[in-house]
């Protein structure tokens, strides 16, 4: 499972998989809408809001039950991976560290390359959010669709936030989790902007958006449009 790569780290990818296969079997019901419209192969790009720290394991999980010989990239925020323990089993699982509000040349065109070659998991808002609200997307994020062109892939998760609950330290059983795979973005107008900035916002603007349809309209689509707007 994960395609090619070092022993170890595909063992961890697979350990990982069935772990999760018997944790929600554990926990309550899961719900997969829209699985037809994840492609097989690489250059795809999967844009998910975050709600939980487990959404890292369970949107690898929902992909590899389709994919199982694809690798997937995760791009993780820095600190996560600085954690003991848990910092070396997502660097097994793949995730790759971004330094937020830093420009790190090197990390991004390798994160441009991951997105060229493999299926690549970012969640745009750079954070998880802590009431469930769908905030506002990265700018960043517009640049390596622009620059690497993959399919992008929207993504709605709902639910997992309910299975450890702010406050709460154990996981409790009877979460109804759902995640819904939209059709692949259509960004034609938005990377044929000439100005990268505009591009890149514009395209952010767009998944946002179509992220907000994919949560049965929880967010008002106008206050992600300019949140992302606003963003440098």
Do not use: C
């Amino acid at each position: 499972m994960g395609g090619p790569g070092p022993f170890v780290e595909r063992m961890v990818i697979l350990l990982t998989y069935y772990t999760v296969t018997l944790f929600l079997r554990w926990v309550g019901r899961v719900r997969v809408v829209g699985k037809e419209h994840i492609p097989s192969g690489g250059g795809v790009l999967f844009l998910a809001n975050h709600i939980s720290a487990l959404d890292v394991f369970f949107l690898p999980w929902v992909i590899y039950g389709k994919f199982p010989q694809d690798r997937i990239y995760i791009i993780a925020k820095e600190e996560l991976l600085e954690i003991p323990l848990i910092g070396w089993w997502l660097s097994k699982l793949r995730a790759f560290p971004i330094k937020r509000g830093k420009a790190d040349l090197g990390a991004i065109r390798t994160i441009e390359e991951f997105i060229r070659n493999d299926k690549v998991l970012i969640f745009p808002e750079g954070t998880r959010s802590l009431d469930g609200k769908l905030g506002p997307g990265n700018r960043m994020v517009g640049r390596f669709i622009r620059a690497a062109r993959p399919t992008v892939i929207p993504v709605g998760i709902k639910g997992t936030n309910g299975i450890v609950p702010v406050g709460k330290k154990f996981p409790r059983r009877g979460a109804e989790i759902e995640v819904v795979f939209g059709p692949p973005l259509e960004l034609g107008d938005e990377l044929a902007i000439e100005n990268t900035k505009e591009s890149s916002v514009r395209i952010v603007e767009k998944a946002m958006a179509t992220i907000s349809t994919h949560l049965d309209g929880s967010i008002e689509v106008a206050d992600v449009l300019t949140k992302a707007s606003g963003r440098d």
